[in-house]
Structure formats: C-alpha cells, structure tokens
Nanobody, 115 residues
Framework: QVQLEESGGGLVQPGGSLRLSCAAS????????MGWYRRAPGKQRELVAI???????NYADSVKGRFSISRDNAKNTVNLQMNSLKPEDTAVYYC?????????WGQGTQVTVSS
C-alpha cells in the first residue's frame, strides 16, 4: 500500500514558476514509476510527466522545455518543477505511483495561473 500526498500548488502569474512535491508513504517507493497528471475544468485527465524507477522521463508535448520531473528515492518524493507557466496550465495536479498490478493516486493540488 502506498499513500501519496501532493503539496506546492497555488496561484501564480503567467510566466511564473511553481514546484509541486509528492510525498509517498509505504514501502518499495523506488520500484514505482511516478507521474504527474492534471485535470483542467471541463477536460479529461492527462499525463503531464512521468519518471520510471530507472530515472527515464517523458513529458507531454505541451510542457516540454518548461516542466521538469525528478525523484528522490531516499526521501520517497517526486517533484515537478514548473516554469514559464501559462493560463492553460491551470488544473488540479495529481501524483501517481504505478507498477504492474498497483496504481495509486494522491488527492490533488490546485494550480491556478492567472494575472
């Protein structure tokens, strides 16, 4: 069993930055692929970024070059550094941990990009 808790959301102006963090409790964090997803109002949830247990990363085209995902297996955390934020990045951001047969989600944290 893994529990995930996001933090770091908030209100930011266009062009600004935010850093989201996800703290995981439970065992075997290092074997999970970890990801950040988001759901904007009226839209389906979409993948933002993912980092495998081996450290490989993948990003949605819409955030490439602006967002960076990282993980610290010693601290059981995964972070999402978001730069050059745009109004279209406004969404609830969810942390996900997955491995074959297991899929865990956090409660989500709101990110609002507005002037």
């Amino acid at each position: 069993q893994v529990q995930l808790e996001e933090s770091g959301g908030g209100l930011v102006q266009p062009g600004g930055s935010l850093r989201l963090s996800c703290a995981a409790s439970g065992s075997d964090f290092r074997i999970y692929a970890m990801g950040w997803y988001r759901r904007a109002p009226g839209k389906q949830r979409e993948l933002v970024a993912i980092i495998t247990n081996g450290g490989r990363t993948n990003y949605a085209d819409s955030v490439k070059g602006r967002f960076s995902i990282s993980r610290d297996n010693a601290k059981n955390t995964v972070n999402l550094q978001m730069n050059s934020l745009k109004p279209e990045d406004t969404a609830v951001y969810y942390c996900n941990g997955a491995r074959p047969g297991n899929d865990y989600w956090g409660q989500g944290t709101q990110v609002t990009v507005s002037s």
